[in-house]
Each structure stands twice: as C-alpha cells, then as structure tokens.
C-alpha cells in the first residue's frame, strides 16, 4: 500500500499555543486580504489538549492580539490572578515569604490569568475551525519530507498497524504524505522532528546549549475554606537544595475549588540518585503546601519537559520550506516562569511570514527569512533579550546569588546589563557518576499526599496500542548495562516520573526494561540519558497521556 498525499498551503504540526494561534492569525490575515489560504493542523494527541500541560498563569497579551474579543467568544480564560505568594523554602518545614520588592518584576502577575492551557487551546481549535483551518489530532506527525533542492517539503504521519516485530498487522494503514508550500513545527518542548531540523540546518550554530527543566504537575480538589481563588503561589530551595539542585514549586488556585501544583526541577542536576517525581512527593509534604491538601482528592497527575535556554540558546527559527515555532524552537521566559504568550506571539509572526510569501504567489522564496526581522521587532523577542542571563546566572552561581543577579538585573537595570553570561553545559553532562555523589534515601508515599509511580500514572489516562515498535529506542542496546548502570547507577529509572525505565534482575541476569506503554511522552530521557543514547521517536497517533484540564 502505498501512502496518499494531500496538498495544503501550510502545513502545521502540534496543536498547541504556537500552532493554533499561527493557523488561526493566517485566516485571519487571509480573509483581511481576501487571498485562499489552505491550512491543516495535525495533532499527536487524540483530541486537542491531550497532551497539553502547562502551570499555567497566562499572560493575556497575544490572546489580547489574536482576538481582542476573547471573552464574549467564551474563552476558558476566567481565573484573575488577586494576588502573589514567594517562599523561600529554607528546609522541610521552614519558609520565608519575600516580600514583593524582593521578586523580579516580570515575575509578577497583575493582570494574569491562572487557566487551563489545554481547555485554551481546545478554545482555540474551535476558532480555528471556524475560520477554515483542518484539525486532525490523532495523526503524528511521524517524518519531514524534503523537496529534491533540500527544502522542506511537509510532513508524514506514522504508519498504523504496525506490530512490535515491524510486520503489517490486519489493521495496517499506511501513514498520509502532507505536502505543503510552508510546514511549521510547532510540537512543543523537545519536539522530535523539530530536533531533526535543527540538526540537519545548523540553526543552533553560535548558539549556547538548550537547557531544560522536567515540570511534574497535579490537579487537587481541595476543602472550599482552604481555597482562594486567584492566589498564585512560587518558591525556590528545599527540597532541591539539598542535593544542589535548582528549580521550583508552584500552586495555583483555580476556580471550582482546584489547585494547580508542581515542580519543576532544572536538568542541570549533577546526581544521578536524584529523582524528580520523588522530589516533587517531598515538595508536597512541606506545611505550605500539605494544609491546603488535606482532606483534599487528587485528580489527575502528568509531567512534561520544558525548553527554558531562552535568548542565548534560541535557534535560527527559518529554514527552507518552514519554521519552528513557540516550545520547539525555546520561546519560554525562564524570568516570568511563562512561554505561553511568547509561544502564541511567535505563531502569529509565523503567520504574517507566510501569508506575505504567499501573497507572491510563484516568485515566493522558499525560505521565510524575513521572519527573523519581524520577530526580532517583537515584544517576544524583547522579553527574551531583557531576561537572556537568567539561565546563566542561576546555574553559576546558585540559588542565592543567582536570584539576587536576577533581581538586580530585572529590577535594577531592566535587563539592560551590558553583557551575556552563558551556559555552555550540556544539561545531560552535568551528570557526575554515582560513586562521586551522595546517595538519597527516599521516603515511602503515604498515599494521602504522596504517591507512587504508577497510581499516579493511572490519572494521566495514559495509554498505547501494545502491539507496536518501541517508541524509546536506544542507539547502542548494551549501554544501559554496560555504561550507564556501572557508572551512574542508570539514572534513567529515576529520572522518569513514569516508572518507563527500569533495571529488572532475574535467574538470566540484569536486563533494561522498557516499560513504553506508561510513557508521558515528556521527552526526559531524550534530554538527559547521560550517554544520549535515547532517542524519542513517535508512537502510533492517538498514543500518550489523556489529560482532561492540564
């Protein structure tokens, strides 16, 4: 069988803030200039939103741009953020609250809305439709297609009904070719086909390493007297300082009773005993947070990768026949802990790119260069010059003269400093092996506040057709054993807070075991195998996490 082709105008791949905002702004632009314009979206996902997670505070600014009627559309847009909390947390049950003046003031979140971001952008697949764009989650986005002369030329979706041995199962159906004249990527941090073009165009040349940090999230139901609606909540230190680590907790109060809360922990982390999920189980037991979930009930659990390099590592966007847009490129404000409205702001310079390419009809150049100008005159592209040393400063120099760097330069000199500190380290080689590094012992869940693994899996409503390859495959099969186990006590069945990894002994000896119908798909083990010897390619569409409100 041989795959069938469909021929759009633009091509875009994920359905999240970057590409739902770029379809939607080139209708937009399309119908101002009575041009016809053909857009698809394709979505790995089985429905928009299933595999959206975010915090997530936005800031409305790019939703103010994209429809500044937004709110008699009905978008789930409805939670204002009335107030700011900052702890520093100084151990497991000391904190200090800061101040207001002690906090940068991008982190600030007067006039922000604490939301849904995969409700947002359920909202905003709707508007996208309505205005003519073809959405198709479930189709994974699978492999870049080229044109003879090297440019892009669009994208196929992955094969169905392919069993774990390669062969053609009844179901079989070959995967769909979509050409177009602009395919954009916009698949989100870590973005499998996104990393494939980077590579292949040289768009991070001169460019500082992409640093990451692993966000685990959980929505709680929680006892009406304890809730205040609108109180957005931040903090820094245990239980990551401990063991020299950097990142944070958030809690946000949302409406209907529910807190939104997790940590994001930065992947720079040098102990391979370190393990992110348990660290976030500890988070939760600190008073600031366990006396708001008492009583309460845990609904559902998910964890994503977040690109957070910002300026310094932000690729070259362009490339012949396309664009990588919002997470996939690295848009995220590491100051303002928020990449949504950036996300959405660089769909919609995407936008505008294409719908003047097109407007030229044959004489278009096949490479969308003029891009970069028009993001560069962007308030995107400001927010993220102004706040280009945050990564730099918190990995030198620590959580406590790295914050106070931070205020200095956002509060002081309004981000203005004239230099550029760097981090030049990969966040996977920051990994010192195990024999070097202090073994942590981990408590027990106590199934009220913490949990294990897999229970909390179970509410991601993750699943996988069985029968199928392995979507985690592994350049070398012996590395696991031969190299990461002596060395770094194989990190990788920690760092994954989907149990996806695992070293299983039995009478035939130790064996790696992959565990690929529980993954989350939020790329960890691609950023931080310390061997890079993990490669995330995807599954079947429809495959993953379900995420209800993430």
């Known amino acids: 069988m041989e795959r069938e082709s469909m021929e759009f105008d633009v091509v875009i791949v994920g359905a999240g803030p970057a590409g739902l905002s770029a379809a939607c702004r080139i209708m937009q ?30 800031e409305p600014r790019a939703l103010d741009e994209l429809f500044p009627n937004w709110k008699e559309l009905g978008a789930p847009v409805n939670t204002a953020v ?37 409700n947002v952008c359920r909202w905003l697949a709707e508007q996208a439709e309505g205005l003519g764009v073809e959405v198709y989650p479930g189709f994974a986005a699978a492999e870049v297609l080229f044109n003879e002369d090297g440019s892009v030329k669009g994208i196929a979706t992955g094969d169905m009904g392919v069993a774990e041995d390669g062969s053609h199962k009844d179901s079989y159906m070959p995967g769909m070719e979509l050409h177009a004249k602009y395919t954009l990527f916009a698949e989100g941090c870590r973005g499998h086909l996104g990393k494939q073009l980077i590579e292949k165009f040289g768009l991070d040349a001169g460019k500082a390493p992409q640093h990451y ?15 205040n609606e609108g109180t957005v909540e931040h903090g820094l230190g245990w239980p990551l300082s401990e063991h020299g680590a950097t990142g944070g907790g958030f809690l946000y109060h949302a ?12 992947l720079n982390y040098s102990n391979p005993h370190l393990s992110p999920f348990e660290e976030f189980q500890r988070w939760k037991h600190h008073p600031t947070v366990s006396t708001l979930l008492e009583g309460g009930t845990r609904i559902t659990y998910g964890a994503r990768a977040i690109t957070k ?27 303002k802990i928020k990449g949504n409205h950036t996300a959405m702001k660089s769909g919609m310079v995407a936008a505008e790119a294409v719908v003047e390419a097109l407007s030229q009809g044959d004489e278009r150049q096949a490479d969308l260069d003029s891009f ?3 993001f560069e005159d962007s308030w995107a592209y400001e927010e993220l010059y102004t706040t280009r040393n945050f990564s730099g400063f918190m990995h030198k120099f620590g959580i406590l003269i790295g914050s106070a760097l931070v205020w200095l330069d956002q ?5 203005k400093l004239p230099f550029t500190l ?54 070398d099969a012996d590395i696991p054993l031969s190299v990461n186990l002596p060395r770094w006590d194989e990190p990788a069945q920690r760092y994954c807070p989907a149990g996806v990894y695992e070293i299983v002994e039995d009478e035939n000896g130790k064996r790696f075991q992959i565990n690929a119908q529980n993954c989350v798909h939020c790329k960890t083990c691609d950023i931080k195998d310390p061997s890079q010897n993990i490669v995330w390619i995807t599954p079947e569409g429809f495959g993953g996490p379900n995420y209800p409100n993430m």
């Open 82 to 118: 009335k107030g700011d909390k900052f702890y520093f947390y100084t151990s497991a049950t000391g904190a200090i609250t800061l101040p207001n003046f002690m906090i940068p003031k991008p982190t600030h979140n007067e006039g922000n809305y604490i939301v849904s971001m995969g």
């Open 255 to 266: 409406e209907n009773n529910q807190v939104y809360l997790g940590l994001i922990t930065d």
């Open 213 to 227: 940090g692993i966000g685990i999230k959980e929505i709680w139901e929680i006892d009406p007297a304890r809730h």
């Open 29 to 58: 632009l399309a119908q101002e200039k009575e041009q016809e314009i053909t857009v698809c979206v394709v979505e790995k996902g089985s429905e928009v939103g299933a595999h959206i997670l975010s915090g997530a505070v936005l």
């Open 411 to 415: 509060n002081v000199f309004g981000g």
């Open 372 to 374: 970069a100008s028009r």
């Open 422 to 475: 760097k981090d030049d380290k990969q966040d996977y080689a920051a990994m010192k092996p195990a024999a070097d590094s202090k073994q942590i012992e981990y408590p027990k869940p106590d199934n009220k506040i913490s949990f294990d693994r897999l229970s909390s899996v179970f509410l991601s409503n993750t699943n996988h057709e069985e029968d199928q390859p392995c979507h985690l495959t592994l350049k």
């Open 309 to 335: 390099g910002g300026y310094n590592s932000l690729p070259r966007m362009h490339f012949p026949g396309g664009l990588i847009i919002g997470c996939d490129a690295g848009t995220l404000n590491s100051v």
